[in-house]
T-cell receptor
Framework: GENVEQHPSTLSVQEGDSAVIKCTYSDSASNYFPWYKQELGKRPQLIID?????GEKKDQRIAVTLNKTAKHFSLHITETQPEDSAVYFC?????????FGKGTRLSVIA | KAGVTQTPRYLIKTRGQQVTLSCSPI?????VSWYQQTPGQGLQFLFEYFSETQRNKGNFPGRFSGRQFSNSRSEMNVSTLELGDSALYLC????????????FGPGTRLTVL
């Protein structure tokens, strides 16, 4: 079955800097890759997703890139702000239930 | 549209008891998935229901079960509770296929003493 590895597990950045979180997956049949943000005590919320027919997708300060050959995808957050502090989860699916990475705790230091 | 709702939000049980959790999906969504979230293991898939049928099941013991009703509302049940079942249980709803976006509920925090 699918296996998703996520790195790093924790990440601290200065406000205004960029943050990058990387995930690798194992199942070449996977074709949908969402990213969720979970603030303390709240539900996971979708922030961006990408499907395998595109290599990059942007939404304001957030972008996701996908390399299907290498089976990895990354989340890029530019101009980080304190409200970006949260746990971020990547996930992958194709024909199987969504499989999540173990999460990255991002701390943005003002 | 109203979001995914879960009840109750908090539960405290003792070992050996059983518990039932409820999830109401977004109107029009026919698929409900359940996840167990713990600090060490992240989000682990329990099972998924679509049109009242279990479509997929994760690697959890038979003490964990679920069902879905004709209005797409879903329940999960855990029998003979163990200390290790303490976790946040999240449900997520989607339109229907596995690559549809999943929207999460607020979760039920279960504590087993």
């Amino acid at each position: 079955g699918e296996n998703v590895e996520q790195h790093p597990s924790t990440l601290s950045v200065q406000e205004g800097d960029s943050a990058v979180i990387k995930c690798t997956y194992s199942d070449s049949a996977s074709n949908y890759f969402p990213w969720y943000k979970q603030e303390l005590g709240k539900r996971p919320q979708l922030i961006i997703d990408i499907r395998s027919n595109v290599g990059e997708k942007k939404d304001q300060r957030i972008a996701v890139t996908l390399n299907k050959t290498a089976k990895h995808f990354s989340l890029h957050i530019t101009e980080t702000q304190p409200e970006d502090s949260a746990v971020y989860f990547c996930a992958a699916t194709g024909n199987t239930p969504l499989v999540f990475g173990k999460g990255t705790r991002l701390s943005v230091i003002a | 549209k109203a979001g995914v709702t879960q009840t109750p939000r908090y539960l405290i049980k003792t070992r050996g008891q059983q518990v039932t959790l409820s999830c109401s999906p977004i109107s029009g969504h026919r698929s409900v998935s359940w996840y167990q979230q713990t600090p060490g293991q992240g989000l682990q898939f329990l099972f998924e229901y679509f049109s009242e049928t279990q479509r997929n099941k994760g690697n959890f013991p038979g003490r964990f079960s679920g069902r879905q009703f004709s209005n797409s509302r879903s329940e999960m049940n855990v029998s003979t509770l163990e200390l290790g079942d303490s976790a946040l249980y999240l449900c997520a709803s989607s339109l229907g296929i596995v690559t549809d976006t999943q929207y999460f509920g607020p979760g039920t925090r279960l504590t087993v003493l």
